[in-house]
């Protein structure tokens, strides 16, 4: 038998509608980690005072 290999598959970028994941570079160690970016999901409006009468 063929020995397991130690290097992890590379994984594409994952997009939905408000998050993108990436495969991050492996550690010393040959930890991969996953990095997650939100995209806003809400804006927020400045306020603004009502008119007076």
Same mark, same amino acid.
């Given at each position: 038998?063929?020995?397991?290999?130690? &290097?992890?598959?590379?994984?594409?970028?994952? &997009?939905?509608?408000?998050?993108?994941?990436?495969?991050?570079?492996?550690?010393?160690?040959?930890?991969?980690? #996953?990095?997650?970016?939100?995209?806003?999901?809400?804006?927020?409006?400045? #306020?603004?005072?009502?008119?007076?009468?």
């Amino acid at each position: 038998m063929s020995a397991a290999a130690n &290097k992890r598959p590379e994984v594409p970028e994952g &997009k939905t509608r408000n998050l993108i994941t990436r495969q991050m570079k492996p550690t010393k160690s040959g930890f991969v980690g #996953y990095e997650t970016i939100w995209d806003e999901a809400q804006t927020e409006a400045e #306020y603004e005072t009502p008119k007076r009468p």
